[in-house]
Each structure stands twice: as C-alpha cells, then as structure tokens.
T-cell receptor, first 113, second 115 residues
C-alpha cells in the first residue's frame, strides 16, 4: 500500500516568509509525528499527534512553529517568519497507534535564503 | 531524559567483512530501541527494534542487534557486508514505555563499503 507522503519535496523561501509543509500518513494510522533533520545530524522530534490532538509538542523550538491535524489524517506543519536556521529536512512519520513502528516519509527539504 | 550516542560518524569495511555499528543509550526507564537506515534521497527505513522481548533482535537484510542492559548498548551487526549496505544508519531510543513522545535519535553513522 501507499506509504507516508510529504509535499513539497523541496521548498525554497526567503527569510521572514511563511511556509506550510504537508504530510499524508498511511491510511488508518492514528499517530503522526514530525521531526527535523539538520545536515549531519539525526532527526529531532518536534511534535506528536494522536488523532486530531497534539499529544506532545515539547519538541517545537519556539512559537513560530505550529502544526495541525484537523481531521485526524493529513497534517500541516506551519512555520512563520522563517529564519535561515530553519533550513533542514522536515520528516513526517506515522504509526498504527501508540508504541507501534513509525514509518517515515521522504521528507521536505526547506531552504531559507 | 534519554539520549543516544553513536560511536564513529563514519565506518568503512570491506565487502564480505563484518559490520559493527555501535550505539549506547541513556534512559531513565526501560527503553524501546531501534535501528533505522537511510539511503540517499530516501526516507528512514526500520531495520529492527527491541521492545523488551528477546535481547538478540534480528532485522531485515541480515542485520541483527543485541540489547545489553549492563552496558546500555544496542550495537548493530551483520556478518558479511554487501555493497548495497552503504547508507546512513541511525540508532534511536524511546524511553517511555508506550512510545508516545517520539524517538530520540543518534547523530548517525555513515557506512562505507569498500570493494
């Protein structure tokens, strides 16, 4: 079946702009995670959704970052007033439920000029 | 708090030789442990996971890992390297039984296979 998909695959923006990154999880997966992977580093946890609600947003670096999952399926990560330090690959993962294997999407490469 | 340390940012082995990638973890509760592989321009793929059952875990592509609580280690091995094993490998921990707060990853080890 289809895996986790993320759009766009690449996004280039200017400092100060607003961006939205989309994640389509595997159908039927109730848990959804966002991670950020900077060059030469491992993925860093940002936020976890169980259904429509953010169960854990402790990894969001500041209030410029926000994520939603209004219908418990697709999720959007929103970044306001982007900074050059936000440049990274943003990964989305989904799992059937809590503690189940997380399946990762290919990521969105964000470049802030 | 939980953390993962992967020793060696780059590991180079000859084709057919033993692969050993090291991972040490820190967790205040019994952990779940994972190894993921990332091929160029692809997403992370789960190799294997430890969830408190057998301490020796077998995964895909001939990889296995052994959980050693006394050493807080979860090293990844493969008896005979293949050229297709060249990739980035990440060890990860979830220190909360139930796994609801996301994974903590190491910085990764780039595996190079020499012909």
């Amino acid at each position: 079946g289809a895996g986790v998909s993320q759009t766009p695959s690449n996004k280039v923006t200017e400092k100060g702009k607003y961006v939205e990154l989309r994640c389509d999880p595997i159908s039927g997966h109730t848990a959804l995670y966002w991670y950020r992977q900077s060059l030469g580093q491992g993925p860093e946890f940002l936020i976890y959704f169980q259904g429509t609600g953010a169960a854990d947003d402790s990894g969001l670096p500041n209030d410029r970052f926000f994520a939603v999952r209004p219908e418990g399926s697709v999720s959007t990560l929103k970044i306001q007033r982007t900074e050059r330090g936000d440049s990274a690959v943003y990964l989305c993962a989904s799992s059937l439920g809590r503690a189940d294997t997380q399946y990762f999407g290919p990521g969105t490469r964000l470049t802030v000029l | 708090a939980q953390s993962v340390t992967q020793l060696g940012s780059h590991v180079s082995v000859s084709e057919g030789a033993l692969v050993l990638l090291r991972c040490n973890y820190s967790s205040s509760v019994p952990p779940y442990l994972f190894w993921y592989v990332q091929y160029p321009n692809q997403g992370l793929q789960l190799l294997l996971k430890y969830t408190s059952a057998a301490t020796l875990v077998k995964g895909i592509n001939g990889f296995e890992a052994e959980f050693k609580k006394s050493e807080t280690s979860f090293h990844l091995t493969k008896p005979s390297a293949h050229m297709s094993d060249a990739a980035e490998y990440f060890c990860a921990v979830n220190g909360r039984r139930g796994g609801a707060d996301g994974l903590t990853f190491g910085k990764g080890t780039h595996l190079i296979i020499q012909p």
